[in-house]
């Protein structure tokens, strides 16, 4: 059985910088993309990272390019994703995915999900 468990979320003000983790098992980690995505009250779930099976790759949306970065640790089976500069607007509950993928690029690929964690930033 696959499972995600995401932890580091927080409530924050604004400017300040979160580190989220999630953790994986039942997976061959090191064979699977990752993404990070987020969901704010009344809107539709959104991609905000991603990183390849080696983390050689890792894309963004552009609304965090420059203030997030995503990473890896295969040998710990878990994937980060460290938000600084944080605004308002990135308040939403963040949720660790899975691919069956090695790259990850298509938003399907991603058929492992956490139950997400509340980051919440004040301003």
């Known amino acids: 059985q696959v499972q995600l468990v995401e932890s580091g979320g927080g409530l924050v003000q604004a400017g300040a910088s979160l580190r989220l983790s999630c953790v994986v098992s039942?997976?061959?980690?090191?064979?699977?993309?990752m993404g990070w995505f987020r969901q704010a009250p009344g809107k539709e779930r959104e991609f905000v990272a991603s990183?390849?099976?080696?983390?050689?790759?890792?894309y963004y949306i552009d609304s965090v390019k420059g203030r997030f970065t995503v990473s890896r640790d295969n040998a710990e089976n878990t994937v980060y994703l460290q938000m600084d500069s944080l605004k308002p607007g990135d308040t939403a509950v963040y949720y660790c995915?899975?691919?069956?993928?090695?790259?990850?690029?298509?938003?399907?690929?991603?058929?492992?999900w956490g139950q997400g964690t509340q980051v919440t930033v004040s301003s």
């Open positions: 995915a899975g691919a069956q993928t090695v790259t990850g690029r298509e938003l399907k690929d991603y058929v492992y």
């Open positions: 039942g997976l061959t980690f090191s064979k699977s993309a």
């Open positions: 990183i390849n099976w080696n983390g050689s790759r890792t």
